[in-house]
């Protein structure tokens, strides 16, 4: 099986898949429940959404292990199982993808911030290595560091996965619209300062993920075009701004609507396109019905 760079250099625009969370609470994660622990203790329904990813026509599966740092996973009482529930996250993922498919290893971030000393730079270290040795154990074909806002601790993420295998790398960051037009991490991380860090750390992909839909995304990509023309760009859209009404949160744009901006997306340099909140498989089976019919 090729490599996720091998095929990228064949030049097909690959699909990733949707969201996770929404689905492990539709099928009966609590408030304050630890969704990692579900690999463990609900792991058919894992599965099933590992599954429906697939069914859908994304070539890359995600696993469920975003908050699965010892530091996320210390909230639970669970940090001492970061091993085990990363390795479980990954086989699930794995066998649900079967062959031909990718598992791309979430790392997400500790929530920890540096600059304010809730953590040492060694402890963040250590803990990105066990989840991404544990990972890579289960099966993961790539290590997908997302979300991250702040440089030092995506860096220091890239580092602690080159430490423990040879898996590429993929980094994404979340950046919101400015008053003034700009993109802006909640750390003040420009989609341009992104790049140059992640690359020099070690990251073969990079990219955008999660709080904005495919309008905003598409500018994000172009202003990563602008610095950097060849590496590849992944992006994980939301299905539009989320809308919070009668307490309930909406995300407003159909499998239609994001399948509409796929070409523009494209057009300005991503080569994986998958969803993030909000996004369902159906939102998937449209974009994978575009991206087939435009690699064809």
């Given amino acids: 099986m090729q490599s996720l760079i091998e095929l990228l250099n064949n030049g097909k625009v690959l699909v990733s898949d949707g969201a996770w969370g929404t689905f492990l609470h539709k099928r009966g994660l609590l408030p304050g429940e630890c969704p990692e622990l579900w690999n463990v203790?609900?792991?058919?329904?894992?599965?099933?959404?590992?599954?429906?990813?697939?069914?859908?026509?994304?070539?890359l599966i995600l696993t469920n292990s975003f908050g699965g740092s010892p530091t996320k996973l210390s909230h639970y009482g669970l940090e001492k199982r970061t091993f085990e529930l990363n390795e479980a996250a990954a086989t699930i993922s794995r066998e649900a993808a079967g062959y031909g498919k990718l598992?791309?290893?979430?790392?997400?971030?500790?929530?920890?911030?540096?600059?304010?000393?809730?953590?040492?730079?060694?402890?963040?270290?250590?803990?990105?290595?066990?989840?991404?040795?544990?990972?890579?154990?289960?099966?993961?074909?790539?290590?997908?560091?997302?979300?991250m806002t702040a440089i030092d601790e995506a860096c220091i993420a890239v580092e602690a996965v080159k430490s423990?295998?040879?898996?590429?790398?993929?980094?994404?960051?979340?950046?919101?619209?400015?008053?003034?037009?700009?993109?802006?991490?909640?750390?003040?991380?420009?989609?341009?300062?992104?790049?140059?860090?992640?690359?020099?750390?070690?990251?073969?992909?990079?990219?955008?993920?999660?709080?904005?839909?495919?309008q905003n995304?598409?500018?994000?990509?172009?202003?990563?075009?602008?610095?950097?023309?060849?590496?590849?760009?992944?992006?994980?859209?939301?299905?539009?701004?989320p809308i919070f009404e009668n307490g309930i949160t909406q995300f407003p744009e159909t499998p239609e609507m994001m399948a509409a901006n796929v070409d523009e997306l494209i057009n300005c340099g991503a080569n994986i396109i998958g969803g993030c909140c909000g996004t369902t498989p159906n939102h998937i089976k449209a974009l994978a019905e575009k991206i087939e019919n435009r690699n064809a």
């Fill in 164 to 214: 423990v295998c040879n898996l590429e790398i993929v980094c994404t960051f979340t950046f919101d619209k400015m008053h003034n037009g700009s993109y802006k991490t909640m750390m003040g991380v420009s989609p341009t300062e992104m790049v140059k860090a992640v690359k020099d750390a070690g990251a073969s992909i990079i990219g955008a993920n999660c709080g904005n839909g495919f």
């Fill in 41 to 59: 203790t609900h792991r058919n329904d894992v599965f099933e959404i590992a599954k429906s990813y697939v069914n859908a026509g994304a070539d």
């Fill in 103 to 147: 598992v791309l290893g979430s790392i997400g971030p500790t929530g920890a911030i540096l600059m304010m000393g809730d953590i040492s730079e060694e402890t963040l270290f250590e803990g990105f290595k066990i989840q991404a040795e544990a990972l890579a154990k289960g099966g993961a074909d790539a290590i997908c560091i997302e979300t």
């Fill in 217 to 241: 995304m598409i500018e994000i990509v172009k202003e990563i075009r602008i610095v950097d023309k060849h590496t590849p760009i992944l992006i994980h859209a939301n299905a539009g701004k």
